[in-house]
């Protein structure tokens, strides 16, 4: 074969990998349809980046710095290839993800919304054909994304060819990995509208409404994504996060079980042993929330997710020391304002203001810098202010986010504590209701609650929630697990005969002769006082009110 030829198969090859990638990267997972031609050829590092089956397993960081720089270079003698440059687009949405840099989003954007400019290289020739059917090595005779070669309107270049459902779905992903989830439902949607059996489409479209607290709608999505790709790793990690929010417990633990029996590459597997962990911490596991989190990093060396959790279970067992290291270790790794907020509080437990000080200016700083990369940190920052900085503020952010529809859970907690921090008590018990209303166990929305309830003199419904939350999680924060303490003790024990409004709905009045705090020494804790850290005693688990089972 002379050397023109050796050229041209090398292109071919290169462009068939490019449309390999087919739904490349949804909901920060990196998926590939496998060259069935290839026999048993050892696969090289950008290759491996797409392996992993067509369900949808994360990449390895090396792996895919390798893909990114394979279609770098591609693109600067073929700058034409809308292909290539979703496929790279895609690519810089998963490594910004992972590596907490937020300044490979701008080139997301920039390289996503070219590829939506021309055709696919190749368009009309045969070799552009033959890159195609790799795409459909699925066996449903589509293009792997569901739909036809040709697209919803039979012409190349129109919205339902391959590379525009790749970019499409990458646009969502990086909408989604910005937290503007309103934008992820507009480029899911118009994905859907067009190929509605493109898969791709389901698990961005989830991650979406969550973000926007359509739970309904993402159940849906994930019941047409099961329909679609039975089994796969997409439909288990995006169950494992649906379930989780419906309060299905041991549904979610299950999925996360299969996860890690299916992972076929150790990424993969990391994340499915992190998703356990996680799932062992929220109902005050630490022991066992560290197996999986160390098991996971025995997978993955330095698996940044897990290096914080095991952070947290390392701090509720008293080792104070180790869960700083981890932390540290976490940021240097991923530089999440999360962990920053999470190292911080944990300082600040005990008793290391100038410490905690610290990590509240990186907090600020790293969010600073990821907003000018386009990301939405407004949900973290109001958290940090409700707590350590200005209420006021708090709200404001908080209540601009729930006027973009950005209604989960998370954002109606967090308000819901803001407005309580600000001094309107009567408005914060509404969010409250809201964010433990929808099925989730969360010791944090628990003890919010019942804090919010206290200061409103509710003291059943105060007793009952903080109460619940120490059972759900005692260990949920190094900060406020002791502050629901003293809540509690200052509670005292309800008159005979139980108490009335339990649920605190108001339709019947408080009794005047709730028992009050005694010369025990149990006084109430104003919501700003700062307490000594200290891990809270282990309490037997809540056992969630019985729910339907998943189909």
Same mark, same amino acid.
Do not use: C
């Given at each position: 074969?002379?050397?023109?030829?050796?050229?041209?198969?090398?292109?071919?090859?290169?462009?068939?990998?490019?449309?390999?990638?087919?739904?490349?990267?949804?909901?920060?997972?990196?998926?590939?349809?496998?060259?069935?031609?290839?026999? $048993?050829?050892?696969?090289?590092?950008?290759?491996?980046?797409?392996?992993?089956?067509?369900?949808?397993?994360?990449?390895?960081?090396?792996?895919?710095?390798?893909?990114?720089?394979?279609?770098?270079?591609?693109?600067?003698?073929?700058?034409?290839?809308?292909?290539?440059?979703?496929?790279?687009?895609?690519?810089?949405?998963?490594?910004?993800?992972?590596?907490?840099?937020?300044?490979?989003?701008?080139?997301?954007?920039?390289?996503?919304?070219?590829?939506?400019?021309?055709?696919?290289?190749?368009?009309?020739?045969?070799?552009?054909?033959?890159?195609?059917?790799?795409?459909?090595?699925?066996?449903?005779?589509?293009?792997?994304?569901?739909? *036809?070669?040709?697209?919803?309107?039979?012409?190349?270049?129109?919205?339902?060819?391959?590379?525009?459902?790749?970019?499409?779905?990458?646009?969502? $992903?990086?909408?989604?990995?910005?937290?503007?989830?309103?934008?992820?439902?507009?480029?899911?949607?118009?994905?859907?509208?067009?190929?509605?059996?493109?898969?791709?489409?389901?698990?961005?479209?989830?991650?979406?409404?969550?973000?926007?607290?359509?739970?309904?709608?993402?159940?849906?999505?994930?019941?047409?994504?099961? =329909?679609?790709?039975?089994?796969?790793?997409?439909?288990?990690?995006?169950?494992?996060?649906?379930?989780?929010?419906?309060?299905?417990?041991?549904?979610?633990?299950?999925?996360?079980?299969?996860?890690?029996?299916?992972?076929?590459?150790?990424?993969?597997?990391?994340?499915?042993?992190?998703?356990?962990?996680?799932?062992?911490?929220?109902?005050?596991?630490?022991? =066992?929330?560290?197996?999986?989190?160390?098991?996971?990093?025995? *997978?993955?060396?330095?698996?940044?997710?897990?290096?914080?959790?095991?952070?947290?279970?390392?701090?509720?067992?008293?080792?104070?020391? &180790?869960?700083?290291?981890?932390?540290?270790?976490?940021?240097?790794?991923?530089?999440?304002?999360?962990?920053?907020? &999470?190292?911080?509080?944990?300082?600040?437990?005990?008793?290391?203001?100038?410490?905690?000080?610290?990590?509240?200016?990186?907090?600020?700083?790293?969010?600073?810098?990821?907003?000018?990369? +386009?990301?939405?940190?407004?949900?973290?920052?109001?958290?940090?202010?409700?707590?350590?900085?200005?209420?006021?503020?708090?709200?404001?952010?908080?209540?601009?986010?729930?006027?973009?529809?950005?209604?989960?859970? &998370?954002?109606?907690?967090?308000?819901?504590?803001?407005?309580?921090?600000? +001094?309107?008590?009567?408005?914060?018990?509404?969010?409250?209701?809201?964010?433990?209303?929808?099925?989730?166990?969360?010791?944090?929305?628990?003890?919010?609650?019942?804090?919010?309830?206290?200061?409103?003199?509710?003291?059943?419904?105060?007793?009952?929630?903080?109460?619940?939350?120490?059972?759900?999680?005692?260990?949920?924060?190094?900060?406020?697990?002791?502050?629901?303490?003293?809540?509690?003790?200052?509670?005292?024990?309800? =008159? =005979?005969?139980?108490?009335?409004?339990?649920?605190?709905?108001?339709?019947?009045?408080? $009794?005047?002769?709730?028992?009050?705090? *005694?010369?025990?020494?149990?006084?109430?804790?104003?919501?700003?006082?700062?307490?000594?850290?200290?891990?809270?005693?282990?309490?037997?688990?809540?056992?969630?009110?019985?729910?339907?089972?998943?189909?």
């Amino acid at each position: 074969m002379n050397a023109m030829k050796t050229e041209q198969v090398r292109q071919v090859r290169r462009a068939a990998l490019a449309a390999g990638v087919g739904a490349a990267l949804v909901g920060g997972v990196l998926l590939f349809v496998p060259d069935r031609g290839e026999g $048993s050829r050892a696969q090289t590092p950008q290759e491996r980046a797409l392996a992993a089956v067509s369900a949808g397993a994360p990449a390895s960081l090396p792996d895919l710095d390798a893909l990114i720089q394979d279609r770098e270079k591609w693109l600067r003698t073929h700058p034409e290839d809308s292909t290539a440059w979703a496929v790279l687009g895609a690519a810089y949405v998963e490594r910004g993800e992972r590596r907490g840099d937020t300044a490979y989003y701008s080139k997301a954007d920039e390289a996503l919304r070219r590829s939506l400019k021309g055709p696919p290289v190749g368009a009309a020739g045969p070799e552009d054909h033959g890159a195609r059917t790799a795409e459909s090595a699925d066996g449903d005779g589509t293009d792997g994304d569901g739909g *036809t070669e040709g697209g919803d309107d039979g012409k190349q270049g129109g919205l339902g060819t391959p590379t525009r459902t790749r970019a499409l779905a990458g646009l969502a $992903s990086l909408a989604n990995a910005r937290h503007d989830f309103t934008t992820a439902k507009k480029w899911g949607e118009t994905l859907r509208a067009r190929q509605p059996k493109a898969w791709t489409a389901y698990p961005v479209l989830i991650d979406a409404y969550t973000g926007l607290g359509d739970y309904a709608a993402a159940g849906k999505a994930l019941d047409k994504l099961k =329909e679609l790709r039975p089994g796969t790793p997409a439909v288990l990690e995006r169950a494992v996060s649906v379930y989780r929010d419906r309060g299905w417990r041991e549904d979610a633990e299950a999925k996360a079980d299969e996860a890690v029996a299916h992972a076929d590459s150790p990424t993969a597997k990391a994340e499915a042993l992190f998703a356990l962990g996680e799932l062992a911490w929220e109902r005050g596991e630490p022991t =066992e929330a560290m197996g999986h989190y160390e098991a996971a990093l025995a *997978t993955v060396r330095d698996h940044p997710a897990s290096l914080a959790g095991r952070a947290r279970a390392l701090a509720a067992l008293s080792r104070t020391d &180790e869960a700083y290291r981890d932390y540290q270790a976490a940021l240097a790794k991923l530089p999440r304002p999360e962990y920053a907020l &999470e190292l911080g509080e944990l300082y600040d437990a005990n008793g290391l203001d100038g410490d905690a000080r610290t990590q509240y200016a990186t907090l600020r700083a790293r969010a600073a810098r990821a907003q000018g990369h +386009g990301v939405n940190e407004e949900l973290v920052l109001a958290r940090f202010e409700a707590d350590h900085g200005s209420p006021t503020a708090a709200v404001a952010r908080l209540r601009a986010e729930w006027a973009r529809h950005h209604r989960s859970m &998370e954002v109606a907690d967090a308000l819901g504590w803001a407005l309580y921090r600000a +001094g309107h008590g009567q408005e914060a018990l509404k969010y409250a209701k809201k964010a433990t209303g929808q099925g989730r166990r969360s010791a944090l929305f628990l003890y919010h609650r019942g804090e919010i309830e206290r200061s409103l003199e509710m003291y059943g419904p105060a007793r009952r929630h903080v109460g619940d939350a120490l059972r759900v999680n005692p260990y949920f924060s190094p900060l406020l697990a002791p502050r629901a303490l003293a809540a509690l003790e200052s509670l005292g024990e309800p =008159e =005979e005969g139980g108490p009335r409004d339990v649920e605190g709905a108001g339709s019947t009045p408080q $009794s005047p002769e709730m028992v009050r705090p *005694t010369a025990s020494g149990a006084t109430p804790v104003p919501s700003g006082t700062a307490l000594p850290g200290g891990t809270p005693p282990a309490t037997p688990p809540v056992t969630p009110p019985a729910t339907p089972s998943p189909s």
